[in-house]
């Protein structure tokens, strides 16, 4: 393939009419090289494809001393030589194909840095062609005469330019970009502080205290009504933050959605007009709260 673009190259190099340059181009290099050879070295049964798992057995192959004597006995009987010889050459075939398959890498970039400096070097001649072309100058100077002796109301005036594609993105004058590889690196995982983790922990359970669920306020509804029949807002206990939230939603259970509603629905609760403090914490309406 190298042999070829290189040819190709001194070909082209050679050349002096554009229309030829860009002919061989086509029937030389996309036709013979780009489709037939790079297509094949790109396939899925090309042995280059699975270089890393060759490599992987040709390694382990090195130090597998039952395989490699093996080998060595069928090489001495097929080469006629000593056992030692028979070794040595299997060694020796081993390491070269362990390095005709490392330079793969290596050659397809020197390939695909030619074939992207053989292409740009097409699109420049493509790209000056029309002004090395003989009388072009003339033609554009009698196409601008005559467009200007037409009738202005006849030339469709162009505002912009950005909707107005003169040539197309795939055309010839576009070389395919440069292929750049991308630069391995290391994996390093993240290490969190373990303060953050004890702030998001502690953050976690403050909101999990916080959060108004309709079986939390009939727990504590219940724990107050065990073995009353009734009881008034100046009996209740607040110790703690779930105890203040469950008593604030006590008179607003109905809000918190269909769980809600069917908690409220197993208590009646009546309301008088006297405020009362609950635990030096509220003041609210005082009422009275018993099981249906």
């Given at each position: 393939m190298m042999l070829g673009?290189?040819?190709?190259?001194?070909?082209?190099?050679?050349?002096?009419?554009p229309q030829e340059i860009v002919r061989n181009f086509f029937d030389h290099f996309v036709a013979h090289i780009l489709v037939s050879d790079y297509k094949t070295l790109k396939t899925k049964n090309n042995p280059f494809r699975f270089r890393r798992?060759?490599?992987?057995?040709?390694?382990?192959?090195?130090?597998?001393?039952?395989?490699?004597?093996?080998?060595s006995t069928h090489y001495q009987e097929q080469f006629e030589t000593s056992y030692d010889d028979a070794e040595a050459m299997v060694h020796s075939h081993i390491n070269r194909i362990i390095r005709i398959f490392e330079s793969v890498d290596q050659r397809?970039?020197?390939?695909?840095d030619f074939r992207y400096r053989l292409e740009k070097?097409?699109?420049?001649?493509?790209?000056?062609?029309?002004?090395?072309?003989?009388?072009?100058?003339?033609?554009?100077?009698?196409?601008?005469?005559?467009?200007?002796q037409l009738d202005q109301r006849k030339i469709p005036k162009l505002e912009t330019l950005e909707e107005t594609g003169f040539l197309a993105p795939g055309s010839v004058r576009s070389p395919i970009r440069r292929r750049v590889a991308t630069k391995p690196r290391v994996i390093q995982q993240e290490i969190i502080d373990p303060r953050v983790l004890e702030m998001r922990q502690l953050f976690k359970e403050y909101k999990a205290r916080r959060?108004?669920?309709p079986e939390k306020i009939e727990d504590y509804i219940e724990r107050h009504l065990l073995g009353e029949t009734q009881i008034s807002a100046g009996q209740f206990t607040i110790d703690s933050i779930e105890d203040y939230i469950c008593f604030s939603y006590l008179r607003h259970m109905r809000s918190l959605g269909?769980?809600?509603?069917?908690?409220?629905?197993?208590?009646?609760?009546?309301?008088?007009?006297?405020?009362?403090?609950?635990?030096?914490?509220?003041?609210?309406?005082?009422?009275?709260?018993q099981r249906r």
């Amino acid at each position: 393939m190298m042999l070829g673009l290189r040819e190709l190259k001194i070909s082209l190099a050679a050349t002096k009419n554009p229309q030829e340059i860009v002919r061989n181009f086509f029937d030389h290099f996309v036709a013979h090289i780009l489709v037939s050879d790079y297509k094949t070295l790109k396939t899925k049964n090309n042995p280059f494809r699975f270089r890393r798992q060759i490599l992987t057995q040709l390694r382990e192959l090195q130090f597998d001393t039952p395989k490699v004597a093996l080998l060595s006995t069928h090489y001495q009987e097929q080469f006629e030589t000593s056992y030692d010889d028979a070794e040595a050459m299997v060694h020796s075939h081993i390491n070269r194909i362990i390095r005709i398959f490392e330079s793969v890498d290596q050659r397809l970039a020197t390939i695909d840095d030619f074939r992207y400096r053989l292409e740009k070097r097409v699109a420049d001649t493509v790209r000056y062609m029309d002004k090395t072309t003989p009388g072009m100058s003339a033609r554009l100077s009698r196409v601008i005469t005559d467009a200007a002796q037409l009738d202005q109301r006849k030339i469709p005036k162009l505002e912009t330019l950005e909707e107005t594609g003169f040539l197309a993105p795939g055309s010839v004058r576009s070389p395919i970009r440069r292929r750049v590889a991308t630069k391995p690196r290391v994996i390093q995982q993240e290490i969190i502080d373990p303060r953050v983790l004890e702030m998001r922990q502690l953050f976690k359970e403050y909101k999990a205290r916080r959060e108004v669920r309709p079986e939390k306020i009939e727990d504590y509804i219940e724990r107050h009504l065990l073995g009353e029949t009734q009881i008034s807002a100046g009996q209740f206990t607040i110790d703690s933050i779930e105890d203040y939230i469950c008593f604030s939603y006590l008179r607003h259970m109905r809000s918190l959605g269909k769980k809600g509603r069917t908690t409220a629905n197993k208590y009646d609760i009546q309301f008088s007009d006297k405020y009362v403090n609950v635990a030096d914490m509220v003041e609210c309406r005082d009422f009275s709260i018993q099981r249906r």
